[in-house]
């Protein structure tokens, strides 16, 4: 299976302003994603969509393949990741290179251990599925099972829509959320518009290493975290 690594960081970040190539300790944050990307076994193509030529004269410096710079229209706030990945596949597959699955790895989620992502192509390839994505577990307090909305009479309402709330935590059933690490489609998926299809596997990350750094205090939770992780990564 023929896997196409797709990094993605655009130009226009507000709540940090230029993250994707703002220094986080030593490294531009895009060199932890590229570093994570070509080491991996399983990629057979990384490429970098940004609307960015500083965003992109970076990722050249770190080895990252920036085969195209991002149209306008695909670089705003309202621009959506599953456009920006077809974007790139189409562009690829028009200079004659197919790939079975994309594996979309994102600027913002730096941290990854060692073959993780190889991990997770091994998995997803044994799975048979149509996607995977990497996951942490919902802590019990957010359990869906324990999460409320409100009814039209301004009453609340099991989210789950069930009629009565399980009362023990022991009882609750393992739930995940997408940690953002990585997500991996078949093309066909891609192309249809989505990065999950009927059958979804996952992969469950470590809790150490998720930061997905949107504000100033993700970006600080970040530098914290470095420390201890630089010798795993």
């Known amino acids: 299976m023929?896997?196409?690594g797709i990094i993605t960081a655009r130009g226009g970040s507000k709540?940090?302003?230029?993250?994707n190539i703002k220094l986080l300790d030593d490294l531009p944050l895009l060199a932890y994603t590229a570093h994570a990307a070509l080491a991996s076994k399983s990629l057979d193509r990384v490429i970098l969509s940004t609307d960015c030529s500083s965003i992109a004269a970076v990722a050249q410096k770190y080895a990252i393949e920036v085969p195209f710079l991002r149209p306008e229209i695909l670089a705003s706030d309202t621009a959506s990741s599953i456009d920006v990945v077809k974007h790139a596949v189409s562009?690829?597959?028009?200079?004659?290179?197919?790939?079975?699955?994309?594996?979309l790895l994102q600027p913002?989620?730096?941290?990854?251990?060692?073959g993780f992502i190889d991990l997770a192509i091994q998995k997803f390839i044994q799975d048979e599925a149509d996607a995977l994505v990497s996951v942490l577990p919902v802590p019990h307090e957010f359990n869906p099972h324990w999460v409320f909305e409100s009814n039209q009479e301004g009453c609340l309402k099991l989210a789950t829509g069930e009629d009565?709330?399980?009362?023990?935590?022991?009882?609750?059933?393992?739930?995940?959320?997408?940690?953002?690490?990585?997500?991996?489609?078949?093309?066909?998926?891609v192309k249809s518009g989505s990065f999950y299809g009927k059958k979804l596997s996952y992969l469950e990350s470590n809790p150490d290493f998720y930061v997905n750094i949107d504000t100033p205090e993700d970006w600080e939770k970040a530098l914290n975290k470095l420390p201890n992780l630089k010798q795993q990564l």
Not at 91 to 103: H, K, M, S
């Open 2 to 4: 023929r896997i196409l």
């Open 15 to 19: 709540g940090v302003p230029g993250k």
């Open 91 to 103: 562009y690829i597959e028009n200079e004659g290179d197919f790939y079975d699955a994309v594996c």
């Open 108 to 114: 913002t989620s730096p941290f990854r251990p060692k």
């Open 164 to 189: 009565t709330i399980i009362k023990r935590r022991q009882d609750l059933p393992i739930a995940y959320f997408r940690d953002g690490s990585i997500y991996i489609t078949k093309t066909v998926i």
